[in-house]
């Protein structure tokens, strides 16, 4: 009895240990980064400049999968049910807060499917138009679009997402009447934007900014409270006439829920490390982006008090999934 005894412990021990070790030789194979928008777009743009540096750091691929759609939760599904090895992170964007506003059911649950490793960063956004309207203010946008009533369409990256949910939002405020036509992805609504499907846009600032400079489209105003540090002369909204209008794009990485406390402490680390490189800050401060980082547990606590507030935002816009 006393042998069985011990040859039950030695090898709960032995389990025991196991653990810390895995997460020692992590990674020896390399990571699959979901990202749940379109190869170009201002998701997939911050992403992969920071998995280049992640796999550098790590000694290991980490291979960028876009998996687009259905306003990011097909993506968010995807890797809420991938394993929790630490071989499947998830580069999430503001779309997991405001989803479960937006959808009566999803397939994931954002606080229980997920655990956060890091808050990467932010990117405003800015409202632009075709050269064909002829506005240059957001007073003159706003006439513009309340004299053709029905007549103006805008585009956005998808239902549901944050370029969306941002337009919905200055129509809701300055009672404007226009039409949604979502994309997938911000490349293809830019372009047809730029060709004149659409009259209108709020995208982020790191894709629009190329077709600003070229003059294939007009920037109207900022959605962060401060100036864009690519586009310091465009006013911001609340500059414009929408005191207290805030709306930025913000980034992360989270992985699938039971992912090793270890494995996760080390991806942290290592995304934190990426971002205080300097050739990466000058790469995403080209875009615009706000970059961030932190522990694993303020993006916890930021994601839980975000939700809330675009819960809010949707229902005072009246947005909804399409």
């Not at 890091?118 to 138009?129: E, R």
């Not at 077709?211 to 465009?234: E, F, K």
Request: net charge positive.
């Amino acid at each position: 009895m006393l042998h069985k005894l011990l040859s039950i412990l030695s090898a709960v021990l032995l389990a025991a240990g196991a653990l810390p070790a895995a997460a020692q030789v992590w990674p020896n194979k390399p990571i699959r980064m979901i990202i749940a928008f379109p190869p170009g777009g201002p998701t997939d743009i911050v992403a992969r400049v920071l998995a280049q540096k992640l796999g550098e750091q790590l000694g290991q691929q980490v291979l960028v999968d876009n998996k687009p759609g259905a306003g990011g939760n097909i993506g968010a599904e995807l890797a809420a049910k991938a394993a929790s090895d630490g071989y499947t992170i998830f580069y999430n964007t503001s779309a997991i807060v405001i989803n479960p506003a937006l959808y009566g059911r999803a397939s994931y649950d954002t606080l229980k499917d997920f655990t956060p490793v890091a808050l990467t960063a932010a990117i405003p956004m800015v409202l632009v138009v075709n050269p064909q309207v002829p506005a240059r203010t957001m007073r003159e946008f706003v006439e513009h679009v309340r004299s053709r009533a029905g007549q103006i369409n805008y585009s956005s990256s998808g239902s549901g997402t944050i370029t969306h949910l941002a337009s919905a939002m200055l129509a809701s405020h300055m009672g404007l009447a226009a039409t949604h036509v979502p994309y997938k992805g911000s490349a293809p609504g830019l372009v047809d934007l730029a060709a004149g499907q659409t009259q209108f846009m709020t995208d982020t600032v790191n894709t629009a900014l190329p077709y600003i400079r070229d003059g294939r489209l007009r920037g109207i105003a900022v959605t962060s409270l401060r100036r864009s540090t690519v586009l310091p002369d465009l006013p911001t909204f609340a500059e414009s006439g929408l005191p207290g209008f805030d709306a930025a794009a913000w980034q992360g990485v989270v992985v699938p829920a039971g992912t090793l406390a270890e494995i996760v402490a080390r991806l942290n680390a290592e995304i934190n490390k990426a971002l205080a490189d300097a050739g990466v800050r000058a790469r995403l401060a080209a875009q615009g982006a706000d970059v961030f980082g932190g522990s694993a547990a303020e993006y916890a606590a930021y994601i839980r008090s975000e939700m809330p507030r675009w819960a809010k935002a949707v229902k005072d816009s009246g947005a909804k999934a399409e």
